[in-house]
């Protein structure tokens, strides 16, 4: 079994491995209630993550917390922290240079300091709280569960923060259920092996991927992760900014792949979606909607049986058939999915 398969295949052990120290991660952010600016850090993959659990405070009124690039964080907004603040950094190897530099340069002025990771600490004075979320390496270059994992304990830990009334046991018990039968649905994994191989068999070598709120984040994940395991080209965009340019593309060779959770814009994505069908049609644009939505169906939909209660957390199980996806693409296309080129797994300086 390829290392990425297994590694996605533990993603909903990695949910329950959060489970068991969810209590932890909410103590740790209800410490920091009362604190001012807040921060989160992370390079690739993590600064995803770091942005998806931003969406968490949306839910909350008067408070605004940023993700921000563990390099931008240095040069352009470290400035902004004091001892009123605090930084969150995620980091899947906890050793990744800008975001330890990152953190470094927020205590120098005073701030409160967080790690996430699923690697053991070495006990840098800088850092003031080292979580671990242990979920085990992963065998792949490329993060999968430890994305999944990661995002969830920062939401876990945003929702403290801002007071959000959360039954996170709930939740991630709801999310790792649906994450499991997406892995056992044998019809679905069969449509997403069909899909990617025709893309790859079509010459599709142009990818768009739209999010919104929540799944925002998980779109650039996305794209990231196509990117990462076949080389090939791909943009990221919120969902209704596709309209304004780029869907002058609409008619190329492309697979434009819109990520919808429900929740409040919903609907005007799956208007959006039929809008791009209707475009599509005849053409060599190719268009998958991945959803958790009841009310679209039909071919071209990809259904997540999914739903937490919570628009944000119910985005985060529709990376499962996006990582297939891109597993099942870059076999089509003859890549060694085992050693991406050019990757490493740490970047230990900057």
Not at 105 to 119: D, F
Not at 136 to 158: D, H, N, Y
Not at 298 to 316: Q, R
């Amino acid at each position: 079994m390829s290392s990425i398969i297994q590694d996605i295949s533990e993603v909903m052990a990695s949910l329950r491995t959060l489970m068991n120290m969810v209590n932890d991660v909410v103590s740790l952010g209800s410490m920091y209630k009362g604190v001012g600016r807040v921060f989160l850090v992370g390079a690739g993959s993590s600064y995803y993550a770091s942005m998806y659990a931003v969406t968490h405070a949306l839910r909350s009124r008067g408070r605004c917390i940023l993700a921000v690039p563990s390099s931008e964080f240095i040069y352009y907004h470290s400035g902004l922290v004091d001892s009123s603040s605090l930084v969150v950094a995620i980091s899947r190897s906890g050793e990744t240079a800008e975001t330890l530099e990152a953190l470094r340069v927020a205590k120098g002025n005073g701030a409160g300091t967080v790690m996430l990771s699923i690697s053991e600490g070495r006990g840098l004075d800088f850092i003031d709280h080292y979580v671990r979320v242990d979920v085990g390496q992963e065998r792949s270059v490329v993060m999968t569960k430890s994305f999944v994992a990661l995002s969830a304990a920062a939401a876990v830990l945003i929702d403290a923060i801002v007071g959000n009334n959360v039954d996170h046991g709930r939740v991630l018990s709801a999310l790792s259920s649906c994450i499991d039968g997406m892995l056992n649905d044998k019809g679905m994994l069969m449509t997403l092996s069909k899909v990617a191989g025709e893309w790859a068999s079509g010459g599709v070598g142009r990818f768009i991927f739209l999010g919104h709120g929540s799944s925002y984040p998980m779109a650039l994940e996305s794209a990231l992760k196509f990117e990462e395991t076949s080389y090939t080209a791909v943009q990221a965009l919120n969902a209704l900014e596709f309209r304004h340019g780029p869907v002058a593309t609409v008619g190329e060779r492309q697979a434009i792949v819109v990520l919808n959770q429900s929740d409040a814009m919903s609907g005007s994505v799956v208007k959006l979606f039929n809008e791009l069908n209707d475009r599509a049609r005849g053409s060599e644009t190719r268009v998958l909607m991945v959803t958790n939505v009841n009310e679209v169906n039909g071919s071209g939909v990809v259904k997540v049986n999914c739903s937490t209660g919570f628009g944000e957390w119910d985005s985060l199980a529709l990376m499962v058939p996006v990582y297939l996806l891109a597993y099942h693409y870059a076999l089509s296309k003859g890549v060694d999915v085992e050693r991406p080129r050019n990757l490493v797994r740490v970047v230990k300086e900057f």
